[in-house]
């Protein structure tokens, strides 16, 4: 496996808790409407220790120490598994006390599902973007049987986990989801499931246009709940909570792509607002 990753920015959480995601890029999938730029293989190409590196000057700079909450997400942090293990481990031993990863799912074979167990992977959000393989093959370019079996293997092996739906009017709407909901109820009736909107200006692909409708939101969500004891839908207005602050650290390199990402965000979001800094600032402070 490759010894480096691109990596477009890391996201640092200043309230109401400090909390880092670092967005590895490169993706598995191909979904028709993904609007992350870590999809692309973009970004500052770092080793382990060169991330590392990058991670704990940021902390410096920003929270003045090492944060405790660290979050590998994407693009796909799972495509490279050993760029992945490798820095567990090292964010273990700057004693990092809070590790997660959010996945598609489709790479958590038994082995590695079994590392992460060792390493004491804090919590792993798991998106399942629809049950029917049909309608998953269409909108990613891959089957879901290795992300169902994941669902399984996560369960079996008692790490702390949710899995994430997106609604999609047209795509995964709520004869999808209660699909998920019963699939899920089968393994565990327990599990977190959680039922976010859609959001078509952000997408990168004009085929799914619609926004669904608050109602929409709330009625999948109390189908959800008729199989599960830990659901909840999340419409837009729930999710982007102004007591949040965020700061970013972006790579020099797609300053002209996050421009663009701003303006949108700016379209969908009142007040929205992303102070930044850059790679080259952090390294060369």
């Known amino acids: 496996m490759a010894k480096c990753r691109k990596v477009p920015f890391l996201t640092f959480a200043l309230s109401p808790h400090k909390k880092v995601k670092i967005n590895l890029a490169g993706c598995n999938f191909d979904c028709k409407a993904c609007f992350a730029i870590a999809k692309r293989e973009v970004g500052r190409e770092l080793s382990v220790e060169g991330l590392v590196d990058l991670l704990i000057k940021s902390c410096q700079r920003?929270?003045?120490?090492?944060?405790?909450?660290?979050?590998?997400?994407?693009?796909?942090?799972?495509?490279?598994?050993?760029?992945?293990?490798?820095?567990?481990?090292r964010l273990r031993e700057l004693h990092v006390s809070k590790i997660g990863i959010s996945t598609n799912g489709y790479l958590l074979d038994r082995n590695l599902v079994e590392e992460l167990k060792l390493l004491g992977v804090n919590y792993i959000k798991l998106d399942l973007k629809a049950y029917s393989d049909e309608v998953h093959k269409w909108y990613t370019g891959r089957s879901n049987i290795n992300v169902l079996r994941a669902v399984q293997l996560l369960s079996e092996y008692n790490l702390n986990f949710y899995v994430r739906t997106i609604y999609t009017p047209n795509m995964v709407e709520s004869t999808?989801?209660?699909?998920?909901?019963?699939?899920?109820?089968?393994?565990?009736?327990?599990?977190?499931?959680?039922?976010?909107?859609?959001?078509?200006?952000?997408?990168?692909?004009?085929?799914?246009?619609?926004?669904?409708?608050q109602e929409e939101i709330l009625i999948a969500g109390n189908i959800a709940k008729g199989y599960l004891a830990n659901a909840e839908a999340y419409h837009i207005t729930t999710i982007y909570d102004p007591t949040y602050k965020y700061i970013e650290v972006r790579a020099d390199e797609l300053l002209e792509d996050f421009k663009k990402i701003d303006e949108i965000s700016k379209s969908v979001v009142s007040g929205w607002d992303m102070p930044y800094l850059t790679m080259n600032q952090i390294l060369t402070s």
Request: no cysteine; proline share 5%.
């Open 176 to 213: 999808e989801i209660e699909k998920i909901a019963k699939f899920l109820s089968q393994i565990n009736k327990n599990i977190d499931y959680k039922i976010y909107q859609f959001a078509p200006e952000q997408a990168n692909n004009d085929i799914l246009k619609r926004r669904p409708t």
């Open 62 to 89: 920003i929270y003045g120490g090492i944060v405790d909450d660290v979050q590998m997400t994407g693009g796909e942090p799972t495509v490279n598994t050993d760029y992945l293990l490798s820095l567990i481990r």
